[in-house]
């Protein structure tokens, strides 16, 4: 039950994400280099790997980050800069699920 429902979880929060509490691209795109959103990417950083390390072992992994890389709130940035220069996003669209679609493009694991 628990290989089911991690998967699941994960892409329900991406996509069904109540817009009052997520950080939209507009949002993002008015508060960028601020504190406020440096502290906001790397709880969304920290968020992503908690979740991808707590996925069932045998799943695909979505992203795989170089051992000891520790990625810091410019890194997340960067990342999330690069992932909208490759694909238009709605600007209600949320920053989390462009940060996980940029990990995944930056670090994809091998064999994928």
């Known amino acids: 039950m ?3 429902f991690l998967p699941i979880a994960y892409i329900l929060c991406f ?3 109540n817009a009052d509490a997520a950080l939209l691209i507009r949002d993002y795109e008015k508060y960028k280099n601020t504190d406020f959103i440096n502290f906001y990417l790397l709880g969304l950083g920290d968020g992503a790997d908690i979740v991808e390390s707590a996925r069932d072992p045998k ?3 979505l992203f795989c980050l170089p051992r000891n890389m520790n990625l810091n709130a410019e890194n997340y940035a ?3 800069e690069d992932q909208m220069k490759k694909r238009q ?3 209600e669209f ?3 699920a462009v940060l996980v679609e940029g990990l995944m493009r930056t670090f994809p694991c091998k064999g994928s």
């Open 94 to 96: 949320p920053v989390s």
């Open 15 to 17: 996509f069904f994400t």
């Open 78 to 80: 960067n990342i999330i």
């Open 59 to 61: 799943a695909k992994k």
């Open 2 to 4: 628990k290989t089911v």
């Open 89 to 91: 996003y709605a600007p």
